[in-house]
């Protein structure tokens, strides 16, 4: 019948459960072969018939609200190395085209399915923003920062977090100052007792010897967040090491946090590599 039709020969999609996009792309390819798939069950010797116009129209409608976890799933495994700070900001984008697609269905067992597949998604991944290594990696992440949180208090306890490990970072980092010798030649003229700037001299050492790590943390932070986004397209690795040494102590951060995969994906790819080389054959 696609031969008759003009069209090229295609074979139907079974959907398979360990297939996270099959079930879409079993239902994309049956709609578009609707017509070669009616005419040939209407030619065939079979109790099965074909589908209806409404059932078609849901099958559409469903295709409209699957397509977006089927780029989601898309993006995450075709590329070769997808942080996992990509989570957060991917779970946000896919509950707003959810919730605005699932707006424009008109069929019944549509509108039922977008909610499952809502409230599926929130359980699946509405925790994502409290899991701190998540956050995190989002927040240090300078195409996302704190703009891909959904809800605003959970960036703000990520800018935090990342903070006070910044802080952290700058104290393990700081050695102890050599103190100045008493004793010996000074360059600088000798006061009396009862000099006139003492009190000046000695607040001047103080505020010398105070080292707050907290507040130079605040400022790293501050600054990096109030720095240009880096295009979604970008690797941010090559922006942290362009960076490492405006944000010294973010750079050793990010390089923790970063590195978190988001999928399984590149491990199975590597199974899938051994297999082909370690067999009985070979």
């Not at 699932?102 to 925790?127: D, F, I, M, P, W």
């Amino acid at each position: 019948m696609q031969s008759l039709m003009g069209r090229p020969s295609l074979k139907m999609i079974q959907e398979v459960e360990t297939r996270w996009n099959s079930t879409f792309d079993m239902l994309q390819r049956l709609y578009e072969q609707r017509e070669p798939v009616a005419a040939a069950l209407a030619n065939l010797n079979s109790d099965t018939a074909p589908l209806t116009s409404l059932e078609y129209d849901i099958i559409q409608q469903s295709l409209t609200l699957l397509q977006p976890f089927k780029l989601a799933t898309t993006e995450m495994s075709e590329e070769q190395r997808v942080s996992a700070s990509k989570l957060i900001p991917l779970y946000r984008m896919l509950q707003h085209k959810l919730a605005q697609k699932k707006g424009n269905a008109t069929q019944e067992s549509t509108v039922q399915l977008g909610s499952h597949l809502q409230e599926g998604l929130h359980s699946r991944c509405g925790g994502y923003e409290t899991f701190r290594a998540l956050a995190l990696a989002t927040l240090l992440d300078p195409r996302f920062k704190n703009v891909a949180f959904g809800n605003p208090a959970k960036a703000l306890g990520a800018e935090k977090h990342i903070t006070l490990e910044c802080a952290s970072l700058m104290r393990s980092n700081t050695t102890p100052e050599p103190q100045m010798s008493t004793s010996g030649p000074s360059s600088t003229p000798v006061e009396t007792q009862d000099s006139l700037w003492e009190h000046f001299d000695n607040r001047i050492r103080e505020t010398q010897m105070i080292h707050n790590p907290t507040a130079d943390a605040t400022v790293e932070v501050k600054k990096y967040l109030s720095d240009a986004f880096l295009p979604r397209t970008h690797d941010p690795l090559t922006y942290w090491k362009e960076r490492a040494v405006i944000f010294p102590h973010l750079y050793v951060l990010a390089k923790k946090y970063l590195c978190m995969p988001a999928t399984s994906v590149p491990c199975e790819r590597i199974f899938s590599k051994a297999g082909e080389i370690i067999c009985k054959k070979k």
